[in-house]
T-cell receptor, first 112, second 114 residues
Framework: KNEVEQSPQNLTAQEGEFITINCSYS?????LHWLQQHPGGGIVSLFM???GKKKHGRLIATINIQEKHSSLHITASHPRDSAVYICAVSFMIKAAGNKLTFGGGTRVLVKP | DTGVSQDPRHKITKRGQNVTFRCDPI?????LYWYRQTLGQGPEFLTYFQNEAQLEKSRLLSDRFSAERPKGSFSTLEIQRTEQGDSAMYLC????FGSGETQYFGPGTRLLVL
């Protein structure tokens, strides 16, 4: 069982719609990351969170530490937002370094 | 370009051959991570270095896999006697320990074992 679960696995939206991707994890973490991966493989870090909320342009990431849950929101979605969005966490285990444990990803397709 | 680079970007090999991949991290980054991603899945941790020291290896990393970071700068990942199950994208990431540890990813090396 993966320690990081994402939902949905796939999401199709019309341009302009509000998109939400969810991530839940099983044990205490030191940080949660939201990553974007475009076709061809390149991964870009969008956010790193340990509490609260962060916003960058049309992207908003929130985390609830007590509920072990995070959401990534895309407002006014655009076809260029089409990508795989991956949630990853680093756990509060000293020996673990800050290696990331990844969710399975959410494939987002925004249609014009 | 001062990002993380990986070489080669693509590699096709026959089963049983050895392959080596290289990762050049962002120059001031002291931590370097290797991950593997199979089609349709999220990446999985393989190993990481702090400077030249290899501090952790995943149980995914069989004896056929070895990684080095000899001078604390670039790193190599070697797979000996490749198997079809080794076909995957191999991702490298680097970070500066102590700065909040955002990891910066390279473009990956896609390996296909025939």
């Amino acid at each position: 069982k993966n320690e990081v679960e994402q939902s949905p696995q796939n999401l199709t939206a019309q341009e302009g719609e509000f998109i939400t991707i969810n991530c839940s994890y099983s044990v205490g973490i030191s940080a949660l990351h939201w990553l974007q991966q475009h076709p061809g493989g390149g991964i870009v870090s969008l956010f790193m969170l340990s509490s609260g909320k962060k916003k960058h342009g049309r992207l908003i990431a929130t985390i609830n530490i007590q509920e072990k849950h995070s959401s990534l929101h895309i407002t006014a979605s655009h076809p260029r937002d089409s990508a795989v969005y991956i949630c990853a966490v680093s756990f509060m285990i000293k020996a673990a370094g800050n290696k990331l444990t990844f969710g399975g990803g959410t494939r987002v397709l925004v249609k014009p | 370009d001062t990002g993380v680079s990986q070489d080669p970007r693509h590699k096709i090999t026959k089963r049983g051959q050895n392959v080596t991949f290289r990762c050049d991290p962002i120059s001031e980054h002291n931590r370097l991570y290797w991950y593997r991603q199979t089609l349709g899945q999220g990446p999985e941790f393989l190993t990481y270095f702090q400077n030249e020291a290899q501090l952790e290896k995943s149980r995914l990393l069989s004896d056929r896999f070895s990684a080095e970071r000899p001078k604390g700068s670039f790193s190599t990942l070697e797979i000996q006697r490749t198997e079809q199950g080794d076909s995957a994208m191999y991702l490298c990431a680097s970070s500066f320990f102590g700065s909040g540890e955002t990891q910066y990813f390279g473009p990956g090396t896609r390996l296909l074992v025939l």
